[in-house]
């Protein structure tokens, strides 16, 4: 039996339990509650963040609390602030609070199997969020297509030019588990158009300044290199920023991916090639929808639903198409669907 219909069940007995005896006290009840209402047993859902300093979480946040109000949902938001011992308690947290389902977009995965593990023996669902949580064995793990997310930023570099070129990759954190398919779908874009990867450099944490770091450690290679894949728009940020003070800004193709504003204000600009646009409300919508499934003990039905190997057993896994984004079609996709507006995206560019 769903965890959910127990705890209404008990809440029922409880109400008749309660109506038994205030009647047999005398006293008079409405609709069998000692208040005179009738409670609603809300879905509760716990979402815990890593953290809030890449720029999208916050529309993600957003959009899944919207999301899931509307179909009746409460939904407590956690800010781990990048700490993986903060994330465990908070995790700990919502097992107490009995939530009927936890939303975890993970800092460590690796730290974060046993909780998961305490929450499912607590009889409460789990949801990875845009991060993979491997060999934990999570109800459902919601993300984009990453080894798409890949793909895309190889093949926008090589109509750039890149073909037969040198690449620098610049990628993630070690520990995010989406890492390792976005450089797969690059990896195999650069082998199939014959370009060189000079060096790979992960940044821990997703810490910015660390691709900036890399730049002024090695300006030899990043002369050397006719571009330079970065892991998401906020590294890329940084990385160009770079460039500009070695007088290469422009001169070097960079991507990223996310769809930050700046980075698409370098996109019209001329100083990044491109970006992966991952429709942020889509996913979580979705995840939304999903959640309040799982809490109601419904089957999650969607045509993105598939599934993926988690260890030694598969979970399923929603997945969401990304979309390339250069300066050739930059209106149609991120100023035409509201994500940017186009003021803000051309606030740099005269004319």
Known sequence: MNKR????????????????????????????????????DKIEIGMCFDSFVIERWQ???DVFVSSAKELGAEVNIQNANGDVEQQKQQIDYFIKKDVDVIVI???????????????????????????????????????FDNEKVGELMGEAMVKAGLAGGKVLMINGSPKDQNVPMV????????????????????????????????????????????????????????????????RLAGKKLVCGQDADLEACQR??????????YKPIEKLAQKAAEAAVALAEGK??????????????????????????VTKDNIDEVIINSGFHLREDVYLNVKG
């Open 59 to 61: 529309r993600d946040r």
């Open 299 to 324: 089957e999650i039905e969607d045509e993105g639903l598939s599934e993926m190997r988690d260890g030694s057993e598969k979970i399923p896994y929603l997945k969401i198409e990304p979309i390339g």
């Open 5 to 40: 219909v127990k705890r209404l069940l008990g809440r029922a007995l409880a109400v008749v339990l309660m109506g038994a005896v205030l009647s047999g006290c005398g006293a008079t009840t409405n609709n069998g509650n000692a208040d005179g209402a009738v409670e609603t």
């Open 267 to 276: 996109i019209v600009e001329g100083t990044q090639i491109m970006t992966v």
């Open 183 to 246: 450089r797969e779908g690059f990896r195999n874009v650069m082998r199939k158009n014959g370009v060189e990867i000079l060096d790979e450099y992960y940044c821990d944490g997703w810490k910015a300044e660390l691709a900036s770091g890399y730049v002024y450690s090695y300006p030899e290679l990043v002369k050397e290199a006719d571009g330079i894949m970065c892991g998401n728009d906020d590294l890329a940020s940084r990385v160009v920023f770079s460039l500009a003070e070695m």
């Open 105 to 143: 977009i993970c800092i460590d995965p690796e730290e974060l199997v046993d909780s998961i593990k305490k929450a499912h023996d607590a009889g409460i669902k789990v949801i990875a969020y845009d991060r993979p949580i491997p060999n934990a064995g999570v109800d459902l793990y919601v993300s």
